[in-house]
């Protein structure tokens, strides 16, 4: 039964670590942080060259100038009009709403042959964002959206509060084991000595 629990109580920690790791359409595979688009892919990364020369690919370490580069997969996505834009997120339930007003940084649509699109934006404060990216064939027959929530300079508290749970977790993992193991057994003692007598 406590075996049941712990599995139990393990499960749910995974299913709100990935819960708290979900980031939209960006995700990773084999190293590499994809963002899909309709049925094509990008390549997302970012840098922050001023803080550190590691990447990433979906909270931005901290407040400053950063660079993102998104890379097409696929040829279809170079043919096509790719706008880019990071919206604070506000509570809102979808990014187009009061767009102008909540609007951080914009690209405007335009084809990128080479499928590798750059953007540089200085984030002057710590928040949450969400990205969308837009690609539209010419004729309007084809468009894809891409949204992608993010965080600038909330990922320390983010790490903090996973390690805290699981510290909480093995604490009761502990407790249970020691009760288990020590409490229970002695008061089976007790109990034998006393049937005994």
């Known amino acids: 039964m406590k075996m ?8 749910a920690a995974f299913g709100w670590v990935a819960q708290a790791h979900a980031h939209g359409d960006v995700g990773s595979n084999q190293g590499q942080c994809l963002m899909k ?3 094509d892919t990008m390549t997302f990364t970012g840098y922050q060259p001023l803080k550190s020369r ?11 100038p ?3 580069t998104l890379d097409a997969q696929q040829d279809e996505l170079r043919d096509m009009n790719l706008e880019m834009r990071v919206v604070r997120d506000v509570g809102q339930k979808d990014p187009n709403e009061n767009v ?7 690209s405007a ?30 004729d309007g027959a084809k468009e894809y959206r891409a949204v992608f929530p993010f965080a600038v300079g909330l990922t320390e508290t983010k ?8 510290g909480l977790l093995g604490l009761v993992g502990f407790g249970l084991w020691y009760k288990n193991h020590f409490i229970d057994k002695k008061k089976h003692l007790v109990l034998d000595e006393s049937v005994s007598e």
């Open 4 to 11: 049941r629990f712990l599995v139990a109580m393990s499960m």
């Open 37 to 39: 688009l309709g049925p």
């Open 54 to 64: 590691e990447q990433f690919c979906d909270d931005i370490p901290d407040a400053g």
């Open 66 to 68: 950063t660079i993102i």
């Open 100 to 106: 102008e007003a909540n609007t951080e940084y914009y």
């Open 109 to 138: 649509p335009k084809k990128y042959r080479t499928g590798t699109l750059t953007f540089d934006h200085n984030f002057p404060v710590q928040g949450k964002f969400i990205g969308v990216v837009t690609a539209k064939s010419d």
């Open 159 to 166: 790490n903090i509060t996973i390690a805290v749970f699981f």
